[in-house]
């Protein structure tokens, strides 16, 4: 028999959006907080630049973001979206300096802005060049001090449950089943509602900066829960990963080239301006490419990012924490360039939203990179990322909690039937189906793709899903199986929204359509289980 839990709210995911939302909705609900890992293992712990954001009134500042947003979304961004977002960042900025989060200063107290790519003007908040460690533990330490959040460590949802899996004829969340990875048993959740803040998909990507958590488990299960995803073929592979064998995914921040960082040959030859007037400060798809296509032309494993001619002291002062990483892997970035590649980053779609978070599936929210809001169109300019995390939990914790006074939990739910399964005597299948499918999706779907590359990719995540399907129905379950069906649902997203968009534009570059097409259009999937909400 399982363990049932009885709580308010689900939070599933324990970033900046996960801890955001339950903090926010902790004084008038008992929330339990999902972590697959340690609470601050995710991707918020990884995040160097900072936090775009305008921090008063100056309708010109506000534009050029709105702007900036607009343009580095490639005429994809939902104009209405990006100006809720960017006039709710000060309140976001506002909240994490009352919760406690160290922010950079200048000397006379005022909070320090840094440029990034795509941005026209300084406006990213920061602490020092580690803001996500900053934030993530500032949160950590209060999510654990209040009394009405529950946060459960290693703990990952298998799936959600909905009255249309149990027969009844709307379709809303009403629990989550979850494996128990320290006890290696089952347990399900009884809750009102469910928030989805697990992140992103770059894990389906054999190179990526993001942690080994980024597995789509929230896309994933949304689409099995009935909920529409849209824009999945928009995968953002950050310019500047540090290429070395014992490290495969650390980010060297945009900031370096926002304050100068320069993009080399191995002959110290400078080539950003073939490609972009903005040279290194073009937003992020414009430089991966750049750098892929380099390397492809000129044979080699590496490009090479360049801040030596920056004083010593600003360097250290500016990146303490890249520079001493780098450091004790054999680079001074204050004497000499260090080698980088692109690493898949940042998943621009997702499961879509309305401006409070809230899914198709009735009572069932999404927010963070888990999400489609249309904040990102087909790129995401950045360090909007951590903005959309703190505005939309915020937005989505107003409207749960007015749901919450209206609504009463579902009767008992069934426990977690595995009557008909067994161990596994072949764990050895699940490790050879992972490498396979990011090697594949890094092959064939990656930074530049052609219709050729896409067919390959669908014809091998056909036979995969088969597979894996075969397997999750015959044996006992583990965390890397639960994560590989939900990496191999969300591989055959990207490759359908992939083979739907006949054109380039953004994030999506192939060579079979060049051009951008005239037609503006979100490419939206939807599931055979898709039922409006009422």
């Not at 979206?81 to 960042?89: A, C, E, I, K, N």
């Not at 529409?228 to 950050?238: C, K, L, S």
């Not at 990483?325 to 692109?342: F, K």
């Not at 379950?477 to 191999?488: K, Q």
Request: contains cysteine.
């Amino acid at each position: 028999m399982s363990q049932h839990y009885q709580y308010d709210v689900l939070v599933i995911g324990s970033g900046a959006a996960g801890l955001t939302l339950a903090l926010r909705l902790a004084p008038y609900a008992q929330v339990a907080v999902l972590s697959k890992a340690n609470l601050q293992d995710g991707s918020t712990l990884w995040a160097q630049g900072g936090v775009a954001a305008v921090m008063d009134d100056d309708h010109e500042a506000i534009a050029s973001h709105v702007q900036d947003t607009l343009s580095a979304g490639a005429g994809l961004c939902h104009a209405d979206v990006v100006d809720f977002t960017v006039r709710h960042s000060r309140e976001a900025i506002n909240w994490l300096t009352d919760m406690g989060v160290p922010f950079t200063t200048e000397s006379n107290g005022q909070l320090h802005y840094t440029r990034e790519g795509g941005h026209s003007e300084r406006r990213i908040i920061h602490a020092a060049d580690a803001t996500g460690r900053a934030i993530e533990t500032t949160l950590e330490q209060q999510a654990r001090a209040h009394p009405n959040i529950h946060v459960f460590e290693h703990h990952m949802a298998i799936d959600l449950i909905t009255s249309q899996k149990l027969g009844e004829h709307d379709n809303r969340v009403v629990g989550a089943y979850v494996y128990d990875n320290r006890r290696n048993r089952t347990v399900v959740f009884e809750v009102k509602r469910v928030a989805l803040a697990s992140g992103g998909a770059s894990k389906v990507y054999l190179y990526t900066t993001n942690p080994d958590l980024s597995t789509g488990d929230g896309i994933a299960m949304g689409w099995r829960a009935g909920c529409r995803v849209a824009n999945m073929e928009f995968n953002q592979f950050h310019p500047t990963c540090l290429y070395h064998r014992e490290e495969k995914s650390f980010l060297i921040s945009e900031a370096v080239r926002g304050e100068g960082g320069r993009l080399l040959l191995p002959d110290g030859t400078r080539f950003m301006d073939k490609y972009d007037s903005r040279a290194e400060l073009a937003p992020r798809d414009i430089v991966a490419r750049a750098i892929d296509n380099e390397m492809k032309q000129q044979g080699i494993e590496h490009v090479y990012l360049d801040i030596s001619h920056k004083p010593s002291d600003f360097i250290r002062q500016h990146f303490p924490n890249i520079y001493q990483r780098c450091l004790a892997l054999g680079y001074d970035m204050t004497r000499e360039p260090i080698p980088v590649v692109p690493a898949a980053h940042y998943t621009c779609g997702g499961l879509m939203t309305d401006l409070h978070g809230r899914t198709d599936v009735q009572g069932l929210y999404a927010i963070g990179e888990v999400s489609f809001t249309g904040l990102h169109g087909a790129n995401r300019m950045a360090s909007n990322s951590l903005l959309e995390c703190l505005v939309f939990a915020s937005s989505a914790s107003e409207a749960i909690r007015r749901e919450l006074e209206h609504i009463e939990q579902h009767p008992t739910l069934p426990d977690w039937d595995e009557s008909r399964v067994t161990d596994s005597d072949e764990e050895v299948v699940v490790v050879h189906n992972w490498e396979e499918l990011r090697h594949f999706m890094w092959d064939y779907v990656g930074i530049v793709r052609t219709d050729k590359r896409l067919q390959r990719a669908k014809r091998r995540v056909e036979l995969l899903k088969l597979e894996i399907q075969e397997y999750y129905s015959n044996f006992h379950i583990t965390s890397d199986l639960l994560e590989l069906r939900n990496l191999v649902t969300v591989a055959d997203l990207i490759i359908r929204c992939a083979m739907e968009r006949k054109e380039s534009r953004g994030l999506h570059y192939t060579l079979d359509y060049p051009q951008l097409s005239e037609d503006l259009q979100d490419t939206c999937l939807t599931p055979k289980n898709f039922m409006p909400p009422p």
